[in-house]
C-alpha cells in the first residue's frame, strides 16, 4: 500500500479537471482510465475490475475489496444500464457522485476511475444527440468512456469515432469497441481490429482499449461457449504495434481459470462484471462461474441469511412474476427497488455489501492479478505530476490514407460477419 505521502502528492496532482471542481474537498482519488490501463499494463499478466455499480451496494462492496487487494479498479455503469432510458438506479450522471461519497465515507485510497461503458451507437442517427450528451457525462464526473458503435458495418463504426472523439478530453480514458459482443456468431477478426485501431492512429487517436467478440455473451450466460483465448491473443497481436490493450466484456458465466488466462495470455488490463455482482449483493447463489444458481423449478436459489431479507426477496419475485420477466429481466429490480433496499436494517445492508466485497476481493487477488496494481497506478501519477499522462501510444499511420473515401474502400474488403442483434447488457 503506497505511503500517506505518496498518496497524498498523487491525490494533488492526478484528479481530472471535472473532478477538482465536483469535488474540491475531496480525498477519494479518482482518476483517468488511462492510469488505470497503465497500471495494470506495468504490472503485467493482470487486468482489473470494470464493475458495473447497478446499484450502491454494488459500488461500496467493490470499493471494499479494491482496498483489502491495494488494486486500482473501475467503476463503471453501460448507457442501457444508467442512460436516458435507464433501469437502474445508477446512472451516468450520478455515478461519480456515489463513488466519491463512498470513498470519502470508507477512507478508500485506492484509485478509482469512472467509466461511461456501452456508450452505445446504432446507427448514424445517434450521432447528433451523443455530441450533446458526452459532454454532460464528463461534467457530471465520468473518467473514461466506450464509444461502442460496433453495432454498424466497419467503416460506418471507424467514421462515428472519429466524429465523436472531440466531444472526448483528451485526458480521459478511451475505449472501442469491434464486433457485436454476443456468443459464437460473428466472431471478431484480427482485420477488423486493424482498420478501427489503425484508423484511429492515423487521425492522433490512441484508444486504451479495445473490446472485442471472443465468444462471451452479456447476462447469464446460457451457451457454455465461453471467451475464446486463442483468438484473443490472436487479435492482441496483431494490434502489437498500436500499444492498445483490451477490455474483456461478459465475464459472467466464465470460470476463475479461463479467466486467469486471459489476464495471462493476452493484452487485456480491463475486465467488466456486472450480473454476477448484481446476483451477489441479492444474495442468490452464484457458482465459480458468476452464475446464479437456480432451483430444480428453474427459480434463483436464495442462500438464508444472506443479502436482502427473505421478505424482500420474495417482494422481488412477486414483483419480476407480475411483470413477466424472466431470469434476465431480473436486472429491472435495481431500479424498482433501490429506495427499498436503503431502507433495510443495518446489518441486512451490511452484509449485501460484504457478499460482493469477499466475491470481488478473490478475483482481484486470486484470478486477475490486479492486486497491488494501485501502487503501480500511484507511482504513475507522481511521475507525470498531472491528471493526464499523456496518450501511449503515437501515430505511426498516414492520415493520407484514412480519408472517408479510402476508410470505405478498406472496409469493403472484409469479410465479416456482425452476428445477430443482441443484448448489450453485460
Known amino acids: ?3 500517506s505521502t505518496d498518496f497524498d502528492k498523487a491525490l494533488a496532482v492526478g484528479r481530472p479537471p471535472n473532478i477538482r471542481k465536483l469535488f474540491p474537498n475531496s480525498r477519494a482519488l479518482i482518476v483517468s482510465g488511462k492510469y488505470i490501463d497503465l497500471a495494470l499494463q506495468a504490472k503485467g499478466k493482470a487486468m482489473t475490475i470494470a464493475a458495473n455499480g447497478r446499484n450502491n451496494f454494488i459500488i461500496r462492496g467493490v470499493l471494499m475489496a479494491a482496498q483489502r487487494a491495494n488494486a486500482a479498479i473501475i467503476i463503471e455503469i453501460a448507457r442501457s444500464e444508467g442512460g436516458a432510458k435507464a433501469y437502474c438506479p445508477t446512472n451516468y450522471w450520478n455515478i461519480a457522485r456515489q463513488v466519491d461519497q463512498a470513498m470519502n465515507e470508507l477512507a478508500i485510497t485506492v484509485p478509482v476511475a469512472i467509466h461511461a461503458d456501452h456508450y452505445g451507437i446504432k446507427n ?19 473518467t473514461s468512456i466506450a464509444i461502442d458503435a460496433s453495432h454498424m458495418m466497419d467503416d460506418k463504426n ?8 472531440q466531444f472526448i478530453p483528451d485526458w480521459a480514458g478511451l475505449e472501442t469497441e469491434i464486433g457485436e459482443i454476443k456468443g459464437s456468431e460473428g ?17 492522433n487517436i490512441f484508444p486504451n482499449w479495445i473490446a472485442i467478440n471472443n465468444g462471451t455473451t452479456h447476462g447469464i450466460e446460457a451457451s457454455g461457449q465461453g471467451i475464446q483465448v486463442d483468438l484473443t491473443s490472436e487479435i492482441h497481436g496483431a494490434l502489437a504495434k498500436y500499444n492498445v490493450n483490451g477490455a474483456q466484456h461478459g465475464t459472467s458465466g466464465n470460470s476463475s481459470e479461463r479467466l486467469r488466462e486471459i489476464a495471462e495470455k493476452t493484452s487485456t488490463t480491463k475486465a467488466n462484471v456486472a450480473t454476477a455482482l448484481q446476483m451477489l449483493s441479492w444474495g442468490l447463489e452464484v457458482n465459480d462461474y458468476g452464475n446464479a444458481i437456480l432451483n430444480d423449478d428453474g427459480s434463483f436459489k436464495k442462500v438464508k441469511g444472506e443479502g436482502v431479507s427473505a421478505e424482500m426477496w420474495q417482494e422481488m419475485v412477486d414483483h419480476a412474476a407480475s411483470q413477466g420477466w424472466n431470469s434476465g429481466g431480473y436486472k429491472n429490480l435495481n431500479l424498482a427497488f433501490e429506495n427499498r433496499f436503503m431502507g433495510q436494517p443495518t446489518p441486512i445492508r451490511e452484509r449485501m455489501c460484504k457478499r460482493v466485497e469477499d466475491f470481488v476481493h478473490n478475483l482481484l487477488s486470486n484470478v486477475f492479478n490486479a492486486q497491488d496494481s494501485g501502487d503501480f497506478c500511484i507511482d504513475a501519477i507522481i511521475r507525470a505530476g498531472s491528471h493526464d499522462p499523456g496518450p501511449k501510444a503515437s501515430q505511426i499511420e498516414d492520415v493520407s490514407e484514412w480519408t472517408t473515401e479510402k476508410i470505405i474502400a478498406k472496409a469493403a474488403l472484409l469479410d465479416t460477419d456482425k452476428g445477430p442483434e443482441g443484448d448489450f447488457d453485460d
Request: without cysteine; hydrophobic residues 55%.
Open 124 to 142: 448514424g442517427a445517434d450521432i447528433p444527440f451523443a455530441k450533446q450528451e458526452i459532454p454532460t457525462l464528463f461534467e457530471a464526473g465520468i
Open 158 to 165: 471507424l467514421l462515428a469515432n472519429l466524429e465523436l472523439n
Open 187 to 203: 466472431l471478431s477478426a484480427p482485420p477488423e481490429a486493424v482498420l478501427l485501431i489503425a484508423g484511429l492512429n492515423a487521425h
Open 1 to 3: 500500500m503506497a505511503s
